[in-house]
């Protein structure tokens, strides 16, 4: 595949491509603006610099036909836009949608309170003075708190009604919900109890995805640009790679990482978290996880890889690598169909963002982790309670079959 054809796959892929006055607006992949793209059968056009320089398809047509085709029921690249087919649309189920958004804060705490109810309290030597909160209700406070996007002082009313529905056994300070998300030993336990509310979608969920996102922080990095040949200070973020189901968007599992931290290693240990629990039929990926040992991975799990080759890719490793790169190149309208499924990766990304917002407010690197990581846990209780409404299902976070189950749970409180 040529690095143009790459390119405007990739475009295709992470933009929204739409259809205005007659003519498809394509983004630039810098983010400077967009190009009018018109595809007609006798000559493509594209008001981009490429276009006007070589008369050739430039990447943004080539994403107009890719977005055409993936889009528009598998018509042909090209085709007459004065007939443009209708794009395939999905009815939302209103009332079920309605009835999980009206009650969602509800369900959440009930939901919420289940899940923590598999955290094991610590054994604490006896001492004079007051009592320690039970770790099951400091967890709870630090999710619920994420969850409101409120400031932990503004978040104590909530917390106080939390009570009175019994879902808190003490009273917990403000300053005593921040300190928890100190707590180092807070960030594996996070990241378990993401895998286990994910449990009750393990009969819907087959398919995957696994993408990466960050969140800015309130610090700030000085960094040369290479482009224009200045320094530029922009905003730190954490970086947060994750595997998600297509159908449902629940997140089987995220790994927090410094923002330099490079893509691809993250994808083995994402498949194996969900293969704990889920039956992985398909997993998707974009190029940056593109390797032989990632689509092993995949394969010894009993699932298809469908993660996009570069450019230069051969097959020449041989083995279950060349036979994926052999079914992208040769059979590439279907390769694509599995592997487009990876932009729901982006809907749960967008659906964190916009209800959990897009920052974190903390300061320190253990806290921002954590914080991360109750966005993700606090969406995943989102998207059960809404599959409760659509689907009936019921949420089971700790089955009976899985013996021990406080143990994974397991934290010893600082002192």
Not at 389 to 395: H, K, T, V
């Amino acid at each position: 595949m040529k690095a143009r054809e790459l390119k405007a796959l990739e475009l295709a892929a992470r933009v929204r491509i739409t259809w205005e006055n007659d003519a498809w607006s394509v983004p630039s992949a810098s983010g400077n603006g967009k190009y009018r793209v018109v595809l007609k059968p006798e000559r493509n056009t594209c008001t981009c610099p490429d276009f006007e320089l070589t008369g050739k398809d430039c990447k943004h047509v080539l994403a107009a036909q890719f977005v055409m085709e993936r889009d528009y029921g598998g018509q042909p690249l090209l085709i007459d836009t004065d007939t443009l087919p209708k794009k395939k649309t999905y009815k939302q189920n209103w009332p079920a949608y309605n009835r999980a958004q009206t009650t969602e804060k509800h369900r959440f705490q009930a939901l919420l309170f289940d899940l923590c109810q598999g955290i094991q309290e610590p054994a604490r030597p006896k001492k004079p003075g007051p009592k320690n909160i039970p770790l099951a209700d400091a967890v709870f406070a630090a999710a619920f708190k994420i969850s409101s996007t409120f400031s932990a002082r503004r978040f104590m009313c909530d917390l106080g009604d939390a009570r009175e529905k019994g879902y808190r056994s003490r009273p917990i300070h403000f300053n005593s919900v921040n300190a928890y998300l100190e707590n180092a030993e807070l960030t594996p336990m996070l990241e378990r109890l993401i895998v286990q509310s994910s449990l009750p979608l393990k009969a819907v969920e087959v398919d995957f995805a696994v993408d990466s996102t960050g969140f800015s922080t309130s610090r700030f990095v000085r960094g040369y640009d290479h482009k224009y040949g200045c320094t530029r200070q922009e905003h730190d973020w954490v970086k947060a790679p994750f595997a998600t189901g297509v159908k449902t968007n629940t997140v089987t599992g995220v790994r927090i990482l410094d923002r330099d931290a490079a893509d691809a290693p993250q994808f083995k240990p994402l498949v194996d978290t969900t293969a704990e629990r889920f039956t992985i039929k398909e997993m998707s990926g974009d190029k940056a996880y593109l390797s032989v040992e990632n689509v092993e991975a995949v394969c010894s799990h009993g699932g298809m890889p469908f993660i996009a080759p570069k450019a230069n890719t051969t097959g020449g490793a041989g083995g279950l690598f060349e036979r994926m790169v052999h079914s992208y190149l040769f059979r590439r309208d279907d390769f694509l169909a599995h592997y487009h499924k990876r932009s729901n990766a982006e809907s749960t990304v967008n659906m964190v963002k916009a209800q959990f917002r897009d920052h974190v407010r903390s300061k320190t690197d253990t806290a921002m982790k954590n914080e991360v990581l109750c966005k993700f846990l606090c969406h995943n209780l989102c998207v059960v309670i809404q599959s409760q409404c659509e689907l009936g299902i019921e949420a089971p976070f700790w089955p009976e079959e899985l013996p021990d189950k406080a143990a994974i749970l397991s934290l010893v409180r600082p002192g």
